[in-house]
């Protein structure tokens, strides 16, 4: 499925401790855009793999229902793809039906049922539940169904909404028995913290920023004390449109998509909301009554279709005015400006509003702020803002102390924890807060790196730093003259099928199994005598014996009937879905199978005996179910040539000379001024490893050029796992070998996770050369002991030993 770290690794967790299967109730605690529906979808797979057949997944409302439903439905925007499995997926709309009736019958059916909280909540007197009356399509009610499953592994999505109704939650999923509860959710409730071992898994918010997989938060302030509501709604729609006008540049500059920035305002009262609303349809706003959506609870059905298709490019959305209803699982990648009427405290922030606005729009960062950061209007004071910085902090930067994603954790709420040490550092126009050293050990051998966590910036600087981006966006960087393109032959694990077909059933061993029925096949008729014996009483006894047996008759079929028996049998599987397509693979199949079966016939026209007949039928259909399990559980790879690097990409910034680097490499910033490398302008994460290669690299008289890999590009091995590893460099020597580079720190270099990248590298470059048609290709891994040890490219071969 291609999960991201952090949500592998919370699987991983997860499968762990339910192991079990005491029903003991988890949680996952993981920042909003990190992809807890690709943990809830991996983990249903995982379980239909070791047997389970029944998992409930429960959400707090309509729009969350909705959104997991998606989640499962393929063809809509929001559909998971990647999972082996297809569940039989089972909604408040459609459980009382003959479809789900034999489902829910049927062991061998994968059930996902997916109901809100209040389904399945006992009856009272003024609310009664579907779910406890009696189907007569089930033969019970729905609960007493689910409660009898022995299997059932609950997974309660935005766990934390239901402490305010924990009571009549927990007493109802209590009653039904679970295997195992699993929470997901990015602010659990105190009383998890408080619970121990209850939070087996934490990824904070300045983990996934310092990851760069959500954007950077940069509240917005005025510092000439204007803080009415319409000064902060007319500087929010002025950005917004900012942000698509340099968002437009990059996409038209890149060939990407248009993903149109879309402004969000939380109010505190639906006359609010409409007032707002009211606003922002008018002149000097986003002045198009048709680009405004309001929504609350009452809100028809249109406007929440119009909700769910503000990503699409066509959607004439520009902003969403709210009350309380989007403040969770609403998780779409455009909310790129937010407004919050109402107070600025760290618990909305980071609950209601500020989780709103963190999914990137590519899926990663671009390198352009306009497009990276999510901007949170809050014309308070500048001075309360940075008053209020540590409650801010609190809940962006993970506390001291926090244990590895391994352990349980405790502590969090409540602030029992002191806050890592950081750094406020002025840097085009921001104020930003960084921590000042790896907050924690991940208990992978890396630690969260220093990274921008959280940004304040004036409103005019803010504009300022968009105008400057627009011209860098213009600006365009290509390949040092002279420099080759490099076809780089990356190595990917092919996606499994998501449904069986025919096509995974080759020619070949049909046509081996076909051999064996080149000769018709006997039916013995089994001859019995019954014999009569005196014995000493002169008592008689009747015994059988067996002879010799005769050959029965059977009843001869027409070949055209066999081929049309074994083309029908092998399309009526139930793992089939009848198209054209598989009809044109049965005829081939069968093709195969009787070419062989027939050979010693001499003629297609020789009429085949019943018991000929009848077991190619069964071994055919064997033949083709064990290919379908083969195909979707081995590991297969693909070769993707990548042409690196682009022959024309926008200008990077901010840069410097390499000759300013002196005892640590900036974050995000390009380093120019090389003489061999493919590209003027480099970034790094590493002094002590990747700028010595770079160095060392660039005034070698062997290495005729170098290149910077991006390092989320498409230039990348994968491993049977699934996880990729993206090297740092490549190298072509004087001799046209290429040579894939990694540096690596000492204490990273024995790691688990590193050996395994280095051993696939080895073996990838072994496996590309011998292909022939992309060169010799060799791959050189370097320690910072290694590189302490050489003074030259030479050097360094031998000291590695990669030169063998």
């Given at each position: 499925m291609q999960l991201r770290d952090p949500n592998r690794r919370a699987v991983s967790k997860v499968v762990d401790e339910i192991q079990t299967g005491d029903g003991r109730e988890i949680v996952c605690d993981l920042a909003t855009g990190v992809g807890k529906t690709y943990i809830c979808r991996a983990l249903i797979d995982y379980l239909a793999e070791q047997g389970v057949r029944n998992i409930l997944i429960v959400t707090p409302g309509r729009t969350i229902?909705?959104?997991?439903?998606?989640?499962?439905?393929?063809?809509?925007?929001?559909?998971?793809?990647?999972?082996?499995?297809?569940?039989?997926?089972?909604?408040?709309?459609?459980?009382?039906?003959?479809?789900?009736?034999?489902?829910?019958?049927?062991?061998?059916?994968?059930?996902?049922?997916?109901?809100?909280?209040?389904?399945?909540?006992?009856?009272?007197?003024?609310?009664?539940?579907?779910?406890?009356?009696?189907?007569?399509?089930?033969?019970?009610?729905?609960?007493?169904?689910?409660?009898?499953?022995?299997?059932?592994?609950?997974?309660?999505?935005?766990?934390?909404?239901?402490?305010?109704?924990?009571?009549?939650?927990?007493?109802?999923?209590?009653?039904?028995?679970?295997?195992?509860?699993?929470?997901?959710?990015?602010?659990?409730?105190?009383?998890?913290?408080?619970?121990?071992?209850?939070?087996?898994?934490?990824?904070?918010?300045?983990?996934?920023?310092?990851?760069?997989?959500?954007?950077?938060?940069?509240?917005?302030?005025?510092?000439?004390?204007?803080?009415?509501?319409?000064?902060?709604?007319?500087?929010?729609?002025?950005?917004?449109?900012?942000?698509?006008?340099?968002?437009?540049?990059?996409?038209?500059?890149?060939?990407?998509?248009?993903?149109?920035?879309?402004?969000?305002?939380?109010?505190?009262?639906?006359?609010?909301?409409?007032?707002?609303?009211?606003?922002?349809?008018?002149?000097?706003?986003?002045?198009?009554?048709?680009?405004?959506?309001?929504?609350?609870?009452?809100?028809?059905?249109?406007?929440?279709?119009?909700?769910?298709?503000?990503?699409?490019p066509d959607s004439p959305v520009r902003a969403v005015v709210s009350v309380n209803m989007l403040k969770e699982g609403w998780d779409v990648k455009n909310i790129s400006v937010i407004v919050a009427l109402r107070t600025l405290a760290s618990k909305t922030l980071t609950e209601q509003i500020l989780g709103r606005g963190l999914r990137l729009p590519y899926g990663e960062r671009v390198g352009f702020s306009m497009v990276d950061t999510v901007d949170i209007i809050a014309h308070d004071s500048y001075r309360k803002l940075l008053a209020e910085k540590e409650a801010l902090l609190e809940h962006v930067l993970p506390q001291k102390g926090t244990q590895d994603s391994g352990s349980s954790l405790a502590g969090k709420a409540g602030g029992t924890r002191p806050l890592p040490a950081y750094n406020e550092v002025q840097t085009q126009g921001m104020l930003v807060f960084t921590a000042d050293a790896p907050v924690r050990d991940d208990g992978f051998g890396t630690d969260v790196p220093e990274a921008a966590y959280i940004g304040m910036a004036d409103m005019e600087?803010?504009?300022?730093?968009?105008?400057?981006?627009?011209?860098?966006?213009?600006?365009?960087?290509?390949?040092?003259?002279?420099?080759?393109?490099?076809?780089?032959?990356?190595?990917?694990?092919?996606?499994?099928?998501?449904?069986?077909?025919?096509?995974?059933?080759?020619?070949?061993?049909?046509?081996?199994?076909?051999?064996?029925?080149?000769?018709?096949?006997?039916?013995?008729?089994?001859?019995?005598?019954?014999?009569?014996?005196?014995?000493?009483?002169?008592?008689?006894?009747?015994?059988?014996?067996?002879?010799?047996?005769?050959?029965?008759?059977?009843?001869?079929?027409?070949?055209?009937?066999?081929?049309?028996?074994?083309?029908?049998?092998?399309?009526?599987?139930?793992?089939?879905?009848?198209?054209?397509?598989?009809?044109?693979?049965?005829?081939?199949?069968?093709?195969?199978?009787?070419?062989?079966?027939?050979?010693?016939?001499?003629?297609?026209?020789?009429?085949?005996?019943?018991?000929?007949?009848?077991?190619?039928?069964?071994?055919?259909?064997?033949?083709?179910?064990?290919?379908?399990?083969?195909?979707?559980?081995?590991?297969?790879?693909?070769i993707v040539t990548v042409t690196v690097p682009p022959p024309i990409q926008s200008w990077p910034q901010p840069t410097m000379s390499k000759m300013q680097i002196t005892d640590k490499v900036i974050r995000g910033m390009g380093y120019t001024d090389w003489g061999s490398s493919i590209l003027p302008v480099v970034h790094f994460d590493a002094l002590s490893t990747e700028v010595k290669l770079a160095n060392m690299m660039d005034v070698s008289p062997k290495v005729e050029w170098w290149l910077r890999l991006e390092s989320r590009g498409g230039t990348y091995i994968q491993l049977d796992n699934g996880s990729c590893y993206y090297p740092d460099f490549i190298a072509i020597d004087k001799d046209g070998v290429r040579w894939l580079v990694e540096g690596k720190s000492n204490a990273e270099a024995t790691s688990e996770s590193v050996l395994a990248k280095k051993a696939a590298a080895v073996a990838w470059a072994k496996e590309v050369t011998e292909l022939g048609q992309f060169g010799t290709w060799k791959y050189l891994f370097a320690t910072e002991a290694h590189l302490s040890q050489s003074n030259s490219w030479d050097t360094l071969l031998t000291v590695t030993g990669a030169r063998g």
């Open positions: 229902q909705n959104k997991t439903v998606a989640n499962f439905t393929p063809g809509q925007p929001k559909f998971v793809p990647g999972g082996n499995y297809k569940p039989v997926v089972i909604t408040p709309d459609d459980y009382a039906g003959g479809r789900v009736g034999d489902a829910l019958h049927d062991p061998d059916a994968l059930k996902v049922f997916i109901f809100n909280v209040q389904l399945l909540t006992k009856p009272t007197a003024k609310a009664s539940r579907a779910a406890h009356k009696t189907d007569e399509s089930i033969g019970t009610a729905l609960y007493d169904h689910l409660r009898d499953a022995d299997d059932l592994v609950i997974i309660a999505d935005e766990h934390h909404v239901y402490r305010s109704e924990a009571k009549k939650f927990f007493e109802a999923v209590r009653d039904l028995g679970p295997r195992a509860l699993v929470g997901l959710t990015a602010t659990p409730d105190e009383a998890d913290y408080n619970a121990p071992g209850r939070v087996v898994f934490q990824y904070s918010l300045a983990e996934a920023i310092a990851d760069e997989l959500v954007k950077i938060p940069v509240i917005v302030y005025r510092e000439d004390g204007h803080t009415d509501v319409n000064t902060q709604l007319a500087d929010a729609c002025h950005l917004r449109k900012v942000k698509e006008e340099t968002t437009r540049e990059w996409a038209e500059r890149n060939g990407r998509p248009m993903v149109n920035p879309v402004l969000f305002v939380v109010c505190q009262s639906v006359e609010e909301a409409t007032d707002v609303a009211n606003t922002l349809a008018g002149p000097g706003f986003i002045d198009e009554p048709g680009a405004v959506l309001q929504v609350t609870s009452g809100s028809k059905d249109d406007a929440l279709e119009a909700l769910a298709g503000i990503e699409q600087h803010r504009l300022a730093e968009a105008g400057v981006e627009k011209k860098q966006i213009q600006q365009v960087m290509k390949p040092a003259d002279g420099a080759p393109a490099i076809k780089f032959p990356s190595k990917r694990l092919l996606e499994k099928p998501d449904t069986y077909s025919l096509s995974f059933v080759s020619s070949d061993s049909v046509a081996e199994k076909g051999k064996q029925f080149k000769h018709e096949i006997e039916v013995e008729l089994k001859r019995k005598a019954l014999n009569a014996s005196r014995d000493l009483d002169g008592n008689v006894t009747v015994h059988a014996q067996d002879q010799k047996s005769g050959v029965a008759t059977q009843r001869s079929w027409p070949i055209a009937k066999v081929r049309e028996d074994l083309e029908d049998r092998i399309l009526n599987l139930p793992q089939l879905k009848l198209t054209h397509d598989e009809v044109e693979h049965a005829q081939r199949l069968v093709h195969a199978f009787l070419g062989e079966a027939i050979e010693a016939d001499g003629e297609d026209s020789t009429p085949w005996e019943e018991a000929r007949a009848e077991l190619a039928l069964t071994q055919l259909e064997k033949l083709v179910v064990s290919s379908f399990k083969l195909k979707l559980v081995e590991t297969e790879h693909e």
